[in-house]
């Protein structure tokens, strides 16, 4: 007989963080900064725990160069070859603390993953992305890297229960990537009804890592920078962005001038009919497509949308009383809500 769980489980729309009393006298005070030690690889990230998604529209050079001069994080997508990836380090050797290999799971991925790595062994982060984090095909997959590579720090997943979780830790993951069906061009959980509201995956998966010194990074659901703010509230260790981060020059997918003179770039995610396409050839027979490809408004420079999402984030935490970003979850006390903001008004594009 099919189990129902009753407890209510909640998304980033659901809730506000409530404000509190707080000694900081300005946004400027906040350190969004953090070092975080890692469980298996030993090694210690500094920066802002921000990551660009390994989506081949977001996951750029280009946009690792960016968001690197601002300590973000890119798990940039796994379509590069080894050479471009040497020419990429030779010119940016400044920001290869700040950036991940991507791969899958498959033999091909894998000797791809040991190419790149063998031309730059100054990367020390690999993200192993996979949809369905839940096989013990990915289990012994994760296994088998960090017998390979034992002192690089992995991100693997994705998955949305406390149980798997800890299973990938053990297995060799250091940071667990949490979250199936919230993307903005994911459709997995209507093409399969498979899925977990984000805001409870995100709180349920951080206690299961952390009791393990493990860590997870928030992949997916996040509309806005208040969202964000909400993903480190919940206990997340990093927050993975890939629709906030696309439509700039340093994003992946063709720019579009329209009819009307608007400019728009193409946006589709990993699963997508596009996406397969591109990269395989076809669909297989045997699945379904679970991606939009969508067209979103040309937004220029990305640096603006980094400042505006660190704003963001300073003030939340201006409002919350936490000093520092590390002290979010700590200072986070979440309110149930029937709607986030008032949307009587749309606003206007001020051009210069």
């Given amino acids: 007989m099919p189990n129902i ?15 509190k009393r707080s000694t900081l006298k300005s946004r400027a005070d906040v350190d969004l900064g953090r070092n975080i030690t890692f469980r298996n690889s030993k090694k210690t990230y500094r920066g802002i725990p921000v990551i660009a998604s390994n989506m081949d529209t977001v996951g750029t050079f280009e946009m690792a160069q960016v968001l690197g001069k601002h300590k973000l994080f890119t798990t940039v997508h796994k379509y590069y070859t080894a050479e471009e990836w040497k020419q990429f380090a030779e010119n940016n050797q400044d920001i290869l603390e700040h950036v991940a290999v991507s791969s899958g799971s498959g ?3 894998f000797e791809n993953l040991k190419a790149i790595l063998k031309a730059v062994p100054q990367v020390s982060f690999i993200c192993l992305d996979v949809a369905n984090g ?10 088998k890297v960090r017998n390979t590579f034992p002192n690089h720090t992995i991100i693997a997943g994705n998955v949305v229960t406390g149980e798997m979780v800890e299973e990938l830790i053990l297995s060799g993951a250091d940071v667990v990537k949490v979250g199936i069906g919230p993307g903005s061009v994911c459709t997995t959980r209507i093409k399969t009804g498979v899925g977990y509201p984000q805001l409870s995956c995100v709180m349920e998966c951080a206690d299961a890592a952390h009791g393990l010194q ?5 992949d997916g659901g996040c509309t ?3 969202d964000v703010a909400k993903a480190f509230g ?30 728009v770039k193409l946006f589709y995610g990993m699963s997508s009919d596009t996406a397969m396409m591109k990269h395989v050839g076809s669909v297989a027979g045997y699945r379904a497509s679970e991606g939009k490809t969508v067209e979103v408004p040309y937004r220029g420079d990305v640096t603006e949308t980094v400042l505006d999402l660190l704003g963001g984030l300073r003030s939340a935490c201006t409002y919350t009383g936490a000093a520092k970003l590390k002290e979010l979850p700590k200072r986070a006390t979440f309110i149930r809500v029937t ?3 008032n949307p009587v008004f749309t606003p206007i594009t001020v051009k210069e």
Wanted: charge should be negative; aromatic fraction near 8%.
């Fill in 214 to 218: 493990g860590h997870i990074v928030s």
């Fill in 107 to 109: 033999d091909e991925d």
């Fill in 134 to 143: 839940y096989t013990q095909h990915f289990v012994d997959f994760v296994r």
């Fill in 234 to 263: 919940a206990g997340a260790d990093f927050v993975m962005i890939g629709g906030l981060f696309a439509g700039h020059d340093q994003s992946g997918g063709e720019l579009k001038v329209k009819s009307d003179g608007s400019k």
């Fill in 339 to 341: 709607q986030q903001a």
């Fill in 5 to 19: 769980i009753n407890e209510v489980k909640l998304d980033f729309k659901d809730v506000l963080l409530r404000p």
């Fill in 224 to 226: 806005c920078a208040g």
